[in-house]
């Protein structure tokens, strides 16, 4: 029976779930068997939930990634520069194969990372980078290779769907659930990097790349959070049969490929309106295959672990095959950024001051802007006199909303700033 060696950088919560993942095999369905020979981490001394000292100790990842008892390189520090990449680099040019469940590294890294394993030979795998357990690397990569894709969509962050589905469900403002997330684990201490968009984005980019064998390049990439969203911006928009998620797209666009992860509403028929709390779901349309959605855990040690197992696993059998599915052969589109012509329908929101002639101002502002009302909800004056309105635009382009925008922003009867989201088609 085959054995895997494998070198372990980074002991954290998904680390210690692999140690013990590795020291419970036998319960596994794995080709062969799975040896840890080397660990490192930044605290040798921390107390961890998995026995780790019986492991030969690097005080070095990048040494550990050189060490020649090692086959397989696991990568499991984080960030997208320093130790990780240099010790992800040295492995790929020590032959050996890497793992990893680093999305900042991939989407910031991965196109130079993923030629550099070419060249030597060896297989880049990053399945836990994206959706921890929901197997979508390799279900785009690799089981959807027969389909043309053209779009996927998905919620990619369970902080953020957590907020948003909280909020709704409970009345409770933005600040006041964030806390909660903190307190129950969904959210980390400094959660910047969830609530701005930024994890989610690093992930459709992983995602875009492999999907419509694309370069890579994240300076295209948009980004917007649910930082900006209030509970006022849900609760108008389920008045008027919509559900706002913080939505991951890659589609098509001409010969380039746009990726954005921004703040969606989207009809409460639609599949991804449906998924509440911590899930993520994703979404694939192509031909000749039509619509394939997949949800699970997308983090957590558990879900994430079994995703680097899974890598692992398939190691047993190298072949050192593309990292991003791309062969020589295939067509390469680039990532580009929306042109302005790009139509949408909208929700828009503003709050404006109750007064005569409010409504008529807002109304002409759209028109002169190029936008026109589907549907409008005008609310009841809060404390200070402004009433909230949301309206649904009929289809128009990015140019056209962005005017609008600034109109509305610069009416005397505006109160704070409004907010715009683009509206999903219906799946039905």
């Known amino acids: 029976m085959k054995t895997l060696k494998l070198g372990i950088a980074g002991l954290g919560h998904v680390g210690c779930g692999l140690v013990d993942l590795v020291q419970r095999q036998e319960n596994l369905r794995l080709p062969g068997q799975v040896e840890i020979t080397g660990v490192t981490a930044r605290n040798r001394s921390r107390n961890r939930p998995v026995e780790t000292n019986s492991y030969r100790w690097f005080d070095d990842a990048a040494k550990l990634a050189a060490d020649e008892s090692v086959d397989v390189f696991v990568e499991l520090i984080g960030g997208s520069d320093g130790p990780a990449k240099v010790a992800v680099e040295t492995a790929i040019k020590s032959g050996k194969s890497v793992v990893t469940a680093n999305k900042a590294l991939i989407a ?155 703040p969606f509403a989207l009809p409460k028929s639609h599949p991804l309106a449906r998924i509440n709390g911590s899930l993520n779901t994703v979404r694939v349309e192509g031909e000749p295959l039509g619509a394939v959605t997949l949800t699970g855990p997308g983090a957590g040690p558990g879900p994430t672990a079994s995703a680097v197992m899974g890598d692992v696993a398939k190691l047993f059998n190298p072949i050192a095959r593309p990292a991003f599915g791309h062969a020589e052969h295939h067509a390469r589109r680039k990532f580009v950024v929306a042109e302005a012509n790009e139509t949408s329908a909208y929700f828009v929101r503003v709050k404006l001051m109750d007064k005569a002639g409010s409504l008529a101002e807002l109304t002409e502002a759209l028109a002169e802007a190029g936008v026109s009302i589907d549907k409008l909800l005008q609310d009841s004056s809060d404390d200070d006199g402004a009433a909230p309105i949301a309206i649904m635009t009929h289809l128009c382009s990015r140019t056209a909303i962005s005017n609008a925008r600034e109109r509305l922003q610069s009416l005397a009867s505006n109160v704070g700033t409004p907010q715009i989201m683009a509206i999903e088609a219906s799946s039905e």
């Open 108 to 262: 910031m890294h991965g196109q130079a990372l993923a030629e550099l394993a070419r060249e030597h030979g060896v297989d880049l795998l990053f399945e836990a980078a994206v959706a921890g357990g929901v197997p979508i690397v390799r279900v785009l990569r690799d089981s959807l290779a027969g389909v043309e894709i053209n779009r996927v969509t998905g919620i990619l962050n369970g902080t953020c769907n957590f907020l948003l589905s909280e909020m709704l469900d409970t009345g409770k403002s933005y600040e006041t659930v964030l806390a909660e997330a903190q307190r129950l684990g969904f959210a980390e201490a400094d959660p910047t990097l969830d609530v701005s968009g930024m994890d989610a984005a690093h992930k459709a980019a992983i995602l875009a790349a492999i999907a419509f064998s694309a370069d890579l390049d994240f300076s295209k990439v948009s980004v917007s959070g649910v930082d900006g969203v209030e509970l006022l911006d849900l609760d108008l928009a389920d008045r008027l049969g919509l559900r706002i998620k913080l939505i991951a797209e890659g589609k098509i666009a001409g010969e380039g490929v746009v990726c954005r992860v921004e």
